[in-house]
């Protein structure tokens, strides 16, 4: 491994803090509902819609961070056929010379 390459950013985590603010978050809207003695059902409904949209979100964050350029010189995705469809389509990275 040379030293040429700039340095890996670290990979997208969930701190401390940010699952406390989450957790709260969470109770506050169940301490909100209890508070207007909202029924269970709807209490159930509500968790489930929370649940998908932070799945959702978390899906959406890990397509755009996969969809980051590695800075390796690869394209993630598909790897290494998606070298060889560019080369196939006739776009090259770096084109060939033109003879003189």
Known sequence: MSNDQPPRQPPLQFRLRTML???AVFAAIFAVLKWLD???????????LLAVSVIA???LVVV???SVARGD??????GSE?????ESAGTFE???E???
């Open 73 to 78: 010189g690869r394209e993630s995705g598909r």
């Open 98 to 100: 033109e003879p003189k």
């Open 64 to 66: 755009i961070a996969g």
């Open 38 to 48: 909202v029924p269970p059902r709807v209490s159930l409904i509500v968790l489930i």
């Open 82 to 86: 998606a070298k060889s469809d560019r």
């Open 57 to 59: 979100a978390l899906g």
């Open 21 to 23: 603010i989450i957790t």
């Open 94 to 96: 770096n084109p060939p």
